[in-house]
T-cell receptor, first 117, second 115 residues
Framework: KQEVTQIPAALSVPEGENLVLNCSFT??????LQWFRQDPGKGLTSLLL?????REQTSGRLNASLDKSSGRSTLYIAASQPGDSATYLC????????????????FGKGTHLIIQP | ETGVTQTPRHLVMGMTNKKSLKCEQH?????MYWYKQSAKKPLELMFV???????ENNSVPSRFSPECPNSSHLFLHLHTLQPEDSALYLC??????????????FGQGTRLTVV
């Protein structure tokens, strides 16, 4: 069964710092990996999607990398701002018919990020 | 503004009530999903529909009953729920669930409280 772990569970940093959020998964037979942010009481906003054949994706101040063989992904946030404060979720989609896998996303518990003004 | 809309946003129901959650997507996607988010736990996949066919029922109790009349609409029918079913219920959609580039988009969720 696929398990997704996110470290750290919580992080508080001053505004302007660069930071890295970590995600690991136990089954490397993934189709893709997706990073989301979630504001309190709200739904999920998609940030970046990395297909299994890709190594990284970039969007503005965000850069996500994927090392499928080691089961790891990182989300790099440059020049953090108070508006970046949220919970960041990592999720993987298993290969279809990979046996025991769900035909949807498997999520980690998230990293709760606070950017101090 | 998300292309996935969920109603209602908040719902309080008794254990003997019957209610339904509604989800609608305007993204032209062919796959729709229900997830449950409880405190201190990762999001849990409940049901998946791909081209209106249910492809996943992730060991969900029968008191939760999904319905997907077309690729744009998804319902979750609720009856005789338990207090532990209180959670945020999230709907999502994507292109074909078996595509490598299938990016999932989520609605704002329905906050369900069972009393």
């Amino acid at each position: 069964k696929q398990e997704v772990t996110q470290i750290p569970a919580a992080l508080s940093v001053p505004e302007g710092e660069n930071l890295v959020l970590n995600c690991s998964f136990t089954d490397s037979a993934i189709y893709n990996l997706q990073w989301f942010r979630q504001d309190p009481g709200k739904g999920l906003t998609s940030l970046l999607l990395i297909q299994s054949s890709q190594r990284e994706q970039t969007s503005g101040r965000l850069n996500a990398s994927l090392d499928k063989s080691s089961g790891r992904s990182t989300l790099y946030i440059a020049a953090s701002q108070p508006g970046d404060s949220a919970t960041y979720l990592c999720a993987v989609r298993l290969l279809p018919y990979s046996g025991g896998g769900a035909d949807g996303l498997t999520f980690g518990k998230g990293t709760h990020l606070i950017i101090q003004p | 503004e998300t292309g996935v809309t969920q109603t209602p946003r908040h719902l309080v129901m008794g254990m003997t009530n019957k209610k339904s959650l509604k989800c609608e997507q305007h993204l032209g996607h062919n796959a729709m999903y229900w997830y449950k988010q409880s405190a201190k736990k990762p999001l849990e996949l409940m049901f998946v529909y791909n081209f209106k066919e249910q492809t996943e029922n992730n060991s969900v109790p029968s008191r939760f009953s999904p319905e997907c009349p077309n690729s744009s609409h998804l319902f979750l029918h609720l009856h005789t729920l338990q207090p532990e079913d209180s959670a945020l219920y999230l709907c999502a959609s994507s292109q074909d669930s078996k595509r490598r580039d299938a990016e999932a988009f989520f609605g704002q969720g329905t906050r369900l409280t069972v009393v």
